[in-house]
């Protein structure tokens, strides 16, 4: 019958230990001298020991990476795309812009001028018009996030998320052109447009701000109603850097751009559009406290820490994905297309 054999780890513990009984052996002959003998037996016990510990070390699994409480954010498998679902995407986005130009945009029949002779007419200057402008939007757009459960409840999820999208977007775009028709107005505080490496800063915190502010368009489908809407927690990606992507892109974003511009009407836009709705989703509150508690709202805080530990490679493999290379062409795509948003907006003289 054959012994059972012990692991390796567990085998070099014991004959490591079985040495240092042999060493520690007294001699024939010298049994007077105790104490060199017993000299010899700690120091044999000693390595013994660290030989065992060794072992184990050795043969210990690895830890394995805390498992995904929320979800895998811009995972993106192209086999499982309806090319339908896409082709609604596309009538449903042209059909909508269309309508906007027609009832806001177009100039004499839009709604928005009326809407921004009236904001006018109350504040008295352009910096306090933007103030105007960013405070509706963020009362329509945070007011309507925060009723979302019970309209949901209502009207039902995508019939919700249309509504949001028809007063959300008109307001957005007001501001966006408002604000690049205006944004050298108010008093000039500083122009460092000619220091040198300024301009590439300024590149380089803007394309970074939109790695940050893209999330909120991760379920494309889901924003458009095209795929009925949900709720997500997710958990990889640029969440594992911040929990808010949206406030700290929205902050970097103003940064570059204040810094560029240098005037008081940029000072006032910044500071007034720094704002953000409240950051607990409607889910499961004890994941998302477990989310909450391994993440941090301070960009690479809960990464420096130790809270957040991500697999090794987790640059790699959640950041190379089709979603992110797809804001990275189009935030350099918007960066060679600003001659041309600037000119749509300055004739709609706004």
Known sequence: MLAARAPVGVSRCLNSRRHARLSAAPVPGRLNLSHAVTLVKETAEQRASIACRAAQQDEAPP???????????????????SPKSWALFVVLLSTVLGALYVVWIQPGTGLADDFLGALESLAGSSEATMALILLVFAIAHSGLAGLRPKGEELVGPRAYRVVFALVSLPLALLAIVFFINHRYDGVPLWNVRDVPGVHELVWVINFISFWFLYPSTFNILEVAAVDKPKLHLWETGIMRISRHPQMVGQGLWCLAHTLWVGTSFMCVASAVSGKQNGEAPNVSPNAFEAVKARTSVVPFAALADGRQQPPEGWWRTEFARAPYLAVTALTIGAYFAHPLMQAASYSLKW
């Open 63 to 81: 830890a394995p990476a805390p498992t995904l409480v929320g979800e895998d954010s811009a995972a993106f498998d192209l086999a499982k795309q």
